[in-house]
């Protein structure tokens, strides 16, 4: 059993972002981003037993917290159309209505908000493939990424590290 109210929710979001060519086959690129909630609603995903699940435990609801982000990335292009990509990513988040927890499940003794700093790198290697004039070229994507989450609520900190190898082609 699920239950689901449509999101109340209002966000400001500013972006600014600069590139830049350093050579014929390497650019750079930095970008800003900031989200200000003007109005936030929480939603929940609920299960027969009666456990629920907010948006944020299931996926990254943007509406949930204030944030401003720092990111960057380098991309390099070699001969035969192979594609380099190195980048990082600086983001704090502050909830709206998300009281921190201790590992036990309960809240700090002052109450806090749950905040967070999540600071992300990594390298992707790209390159695309035509099988027919006639087809868009099949992109093979080959990337590693380092993930460390730092928060005041303990069940939020964490370091995490993955490599993904994606194939797309666009119709």
């Given amino acids: 059993m699920s239950h689901w109210e449509p999101a109340k929710?209002?966000?400001?979001?500013?972006?600014?972002?600069?590139?830049?060519?350093?050579?014929?086959?390497?650019?750079?690129?930095?970008?800003?981003?900031s989200r200000k909630n003007l109005s936030s609603s929480v939603?929940?995903?609920?299960?027969?037993?009666g456990v629920?699940?907010?948006?944020?435990e299931i996926f990254n609801d943007v509406y949930g917290y204030n944030s401003y982000e720092f990111s960057g990335k380098l991309t390099k292009y070699f001969p035969g159309i192979v594609q380099l990509s190195v980048y990082s990513e600086f983001q704090k988040r502050e909830y709206d209505k998300r009281i921190a927890l201790d590992l036990?499940?309960?809240?700090?003794?002052?109450?806090?908000?749950?905040?967070?700093?999540?600071?992300?790198?990594?390298?992707?290697l790209k390159k695309n493939f035509r099988i027919a004039n006639k087809l868009q070229?099949?992109?093979?994507?080959?990337?590693?990424?380092n993930i460390a989450n730092s928060s005041n609520d303990p069940y939020y900190d964490y370091k995490s590290q993955f490599i993904t190898l994606g194939i797309s082609q666009s119709f």
């Fill in 9 to 33: 929710s209002q966000q400001i979001v500013s972006m600014l972002k600069a590139a830049q060519a350093i050579t014929p086959t390497t650019g750079i690129n930095v970008k800003f981003l």
């Fill in 43 to 49: 939603r929940y995903l609920g299960t027969y037993d």
């Fill in 52 to 56: 629920y699940y907010s948006d944020d």
């Fill in 104 to 124: 036990e499940g309960l809240p700090f003794p002052d109450n806090r908000l749950r905040e967070d700093d999540k600071f992300s790198y990594g390298i992707n």
């Fill in 137 to 145: 070229p099949i992109s093979i994507t080959l990337s590693w990424v």
